[in-house]
Nanobody, 122 residues
């Protein structure tokens, strides 16, 4: 059974950095693509970034390109989201997600974590 557990959220000032982690247990071919989504209060959940375990292709939303970096450590079954130059509009609950195939930008992922809160103060 696949489980995703996020950590690393918190409160940070604008311009600061945070690194989120997502530990994947029960990793199989059903978790080929790993992604981060976020949801701000009153907003729809939106795509942030995605990566595949091999060969490590990455995908980003335009709003985070150049500021966020997604990476994976296969030995640790962990996916990271390094967030730099944070802005107040990055405030949201960040979710880790996994799917076997398909359009990485869409919400139809098979597995989701519980989410971790990121708050950026201006």
């Amino acid at each position: 059974q696949v489980q995703l557990v996020e950590s690393g959220g918190g409160l940070v000032q604008a311009g600061g950095s945070l690194r989120l982690s997502c530990v994947v247990s029960g990793r199989t071919s059903s978790t080929t693509f790993m992604a981060w989504f976020r949801q701000a209060p009153g907003q729809e959940r939106e795509f942030v970034a995605a990566v595949n375990w091999s060969p490590g292709n990455t995908f980003y939303a335009d709003s985070v390109k150049g500021r966020f970096t997604i990476s994976r450590d296969s030995a640790k079954n962990t996916v990271y989201l390094q967030m730099n130059s944070l802005k107040s509009e990055d405030t949201a609950v960040y979710y880790c997600a996994a799917r076997p195939r398909g359009n990485v930008y869409r919400l139809s992922y098979d597995y989701w974590g519980q989410g971790t809160q990121v708050t950026v103060s201006s």
